[in-house]
């Protein structure tokens, strides 16, 4: 199509911008954590960006409030795209064509099914929550030599169609659109509630002195686990880690509420980007 790809052998937000300006570049996909950073950069709005008609985002939920300011403060549109490697599920946000659905992760694309089901795999209604299932054109074969993993993955709904398992725990609203709540081994049962760690990831986060946040369930002896807070601090705020949480529980429910803040320097990623909860939790179940 005469296009020309610029390559970075190594993500730079800096350096990003001026080979973007540089370059007139039209189309970009990135990671959630590369539009914070980018967003982030202190000479961000001196670079003009007035080439770009369309950024990807891909790997992990990008949040409603990085949306917000990039829509406003960076040209042209963007398609936020979930989905797997493995194929099944594919799922599609216009962020500028929906505004108000910036929360989820937009519709499934042509020819792709999503359902929600329970733990005892029934299909479960709009609004529920449950995890996500998905078939669509493209679905491989199965896990080279590992049946049983293959087997586990698969959900055949009543049709007799075959979908694919996500993992991830989610909802689908009155509209078709799909929200990502959590991923299903890291939900948090507490006192046999069910807690999201994206609704308290998302209180958090609200707070202006958060710049990045993760919750994991951690051992309790009354509650079985409970819901630790792991934030990255803003470097212009020295809110306590008490004033943060006090500030966060009073906007969550009841059966929700943090049982304590951590402050860290940085939160462990992965190279796409994404927040590494194993390694923050290995070292409380381990003790």
């Known amino acids: 199509y005469g296009g020309a790809l610029v390559l970075m052998p190594k993500f730079d937000a800096y350096r990003f ?40 985002c891909t790997s992990a939920p990008l949040r409603a409030e990085v949306i917000a300011d990039a829509m406003a403060r960076w040209p042209g549109n963007i398609r936020e795209v979930y989905g797997l490697t493995e194929g099944g599920i594919s799922t599609c946000l216009d962020c500028a064509a929906h505004p108000d659905k910036w929360d989820s992760v937009g519709l499934p694309t042509e020819g792709a099914q999503v359902r929600v089901i329970d733990d005892q795999g029934n299909e479960l209604p709009q609004g529920e929550i449950g995890e996500i299932v998905g078939r669509a054109i493209s679905m491989m074969r199965g896990y080279v030599n590992r049946p049983e993993q293959t087997a586990e993955m698969l959900w055949t709904s009543p049709e007799g169609e075959v979908f694919y398992r996500s993992g991830d725990m989610g909802r689908i609203d ?48 009354h509650w079985g686990e409970t819901p630790l807070g792991l934030v990255v601090r803003n470097p212009d705020h020295n809110d306590s880690e008490a004033s943060i949480l006090d500030w966060a529980n009073a906007r969550l429910g009841k059966s929700q509420r943090l049982a304590a803040i951590e402050v860290r320097d940085e939160l462990p990623r992965s190279t796409i980007g994404k927040i590494l909860k194993r390694e923050l939790r290995a070292p409380y179940w381990s003790k």
């Open 17 to 56: 911008l001026k080979l973007a300006e540089r370059h007139r570049v039209t189309h970009a996909m990135l990671v959630p954590v590369q539009y914070q950073r980018i967003l982030a950069e202190p000479d961000f709005d001196r670079f003009d960006l007035s080439s770009f008609k369309l950024k990807l």
């Open 174 to 221: 009155e509209d078709g659109f799909i929200y990502i709540l959590d991923r299903r081994k890291d939900m948090i049962i507490s006192g046999g509630f069910n807690i999201y760690a994206v609704d308290l990831e998302q209180a958090l986060l609200a707070h202006p002195a958060v710049a990045d946040a993760a919750v994991i369930g951690i051992p309790s002896d």
